[in-house]
T-cell receptor, first 111, second 116 residues
Framework: ELKVEQNPLFLSMQEGKNYTIYCNYS?????LYWYRQDPGKSLESLFV?????AVKQEGRLMASLDTKARLSTLHITAAVHDLSATYFCAVDEYTGNQFYFGTGTSLTVIP | GAVVSQHPSRVICKSGTSVKIECRSLDFQATTMFWYRQFPKQSLMLMAT?????????EQGVEKDKFLINHASLTLSTLTVTSAHPEDSSFYIC????????????FGDGTRLSIL
């Protein structure tokens, strides 16, 4: 079974600081997705990474994918309170038709 | 932007009831819709993928007879939880896409299902 691990599970950080969330997975895949979920709400798609070395940026968030290391990162730059949410990565292992979410990282940005 | 309407937003019903959840793409044609489930305070799982006009593809471990999915038109997919029991209580989310999983997905607001 495909395993997807996110670290950290919980993250509390001050506004203005930088931090990185890690997503490790256990199988070969070059499709990795990042989502945001606000408390009690549905999902919002953030990034779709489709190849080794892919890097995408939107505002204060930047996601990257290293398929050889089986690792994706979500980097937060100069955090603001509005970024407080839970962030999920998901790995799409399409040859075996497996799609698994990570455990999620609950981010709280403190003013 | 693309809008997906999911209905109802909240359902509370007795054990043994069947519950239908609708997912509509309001301003685009969704060839593919996805259904997800989230247990309380836990991560998510993809339950199934439905393509318009064909049978849904269920993920491993998802009971197809318990979770009936219909995608009869390019704008509507339904998930019916048959004979629901308390263990079926979850947050169910749909998303709609114009193609495969790696195409942009647009999410509904989710349905919180509570079975008493």
């Amino acid at each position: 079974e495909l395993k997807v691990e996110q670290n950290p599970l919980f993250l509390s950080m001050q506004e203005g600081k930088n931090y990185t969330i890690y997503c490790n997975y256990s199988t070969t895949s070059d499709r990795l997705y990042w989502y945001r979920q606000d408390p009690g709400k549905s999902l919002e798609s953030l990034f779709v990474l489709l190849s080794n070395g892919a890097v995408k940026q939107e505002g204060r968030l930047m996601a990257s994918l290293d398929t050889k290391a089986r690792l994706s990162t979500l980097h937060i730059t100069a955090a603001v309170h509005d970024l407080s949410a839970t962030y999920f990565c998901a790995v799409d292992e399409y040859t075996g038709n497996q799609f698994y979410f990570g455990t999620g990282t609950s981010l709280t940005v403190i003013p | 932007g693309a809008v997906v309407s999911q209905h109802p937003s909240r359902v509370i019903c007795k054990s043994g009831t069947s519950v239908k959840i609708e997912c509509r793409s309001l301003d685009f044609q969704a060839t593919t819709m996805f259904w997800y489930r989230q247990f309380p305070k836990q991560s998510l799982m993809l339950m199934a993928t439905s393509n318009e006009g064909s049978k849904a593809t269920y993920e491993q471990g998802v009971e197809k007879d318990k979770f009936l999915i219909n995608h009869a038109s390019l704008t509507l997919s339904t998930l019916t939880v048959t004979s629901a029991h308390p263990e079926d209580s979850s947050f169910y989310i749909c998303s709609a896409s114009q193609g495969r999983r790696d195409q942009p997905q647009h999410f509904g607001d989710g349905t919180r299902l509570s079975i008493l």
